[in-house]
């Protein structure tokens, strides 16, 4: 799986604006996450639209955080800003192949890996990823996951 650079784009604009905490000028996400303008204005529309950003026009206007970051994990991001978020295309349609309907063997490995890895971005939010011991956070979800799928 590949992101798309608006994907990321738009985690690290979640990110300055969680971690700011304040009105937040399209200048400063711009120059100090390396997010061109246009895409600011872009994904900043997107992100409106959801419910997780507001914003104030005129002088001291900006961008801000409507949303508590907890709220907010990275599988919807993800979603949010991938043409798709699959793995394989058997995954989005078994048009694709003819195999699909044959009981690939392979179709049964995507569709386990993509489980996986939706799980595990599903446990990562935007405030998770502020915190500075990021990979104890990573760790301790990972080993809940585990347990999860053990039982």
């Known amino acids: 799986m590949r992101l798309n ?14 971690e700011k905490n304040r009105i937040v000028p399209q200048r400063e996400i711009s120059s100090e996450y390396s997010i061109p303008s246009s895409s600011v204005i ?4 997107q992100l409106r639209e959801k419910g997780w950003i507001g914003s104030d026009t005129g002088q001291a206007g900006g961008y801000y955080m409507l949303c508590d970051p907890k709220t ?5 991001v993800i979603l949010m800003f991938e043409n798709h978020g699959t793995i394989s295309r058997c995954l ?9 309907s044959d ?20 446990s990562i939010s935007i405030a998770d990823l502020l915190n500075p ?6 760790d301790d979800n990972l ?8 039982k």
């Open 103 to 122: 009981n690939c063997l392979m179709y049964t490995v995507y569709l386990r890996c993509q489980k996986l890895l939706e799980d595990y971005f599903a």
């Open 133 to 138: 011991d990021i990979d104890s956070v990573i």
């Open 5 to 18: 650079q608006q994907t990321n784009y738009a985690i690290r604009m979640l990110l300055c604006l969680a």
């Open 42 to 45: 872009l994904i900043a529309h």
């Open 92 to 100: 989005e349609s078994t048009d694709c192949c003819k195999r699909a």
């Open 72 to 76: 907010v994990n990275l599988l919807e």
């Open 143 to 150: 080993k809940r996951y585990v347990q999860s799928i053990e």
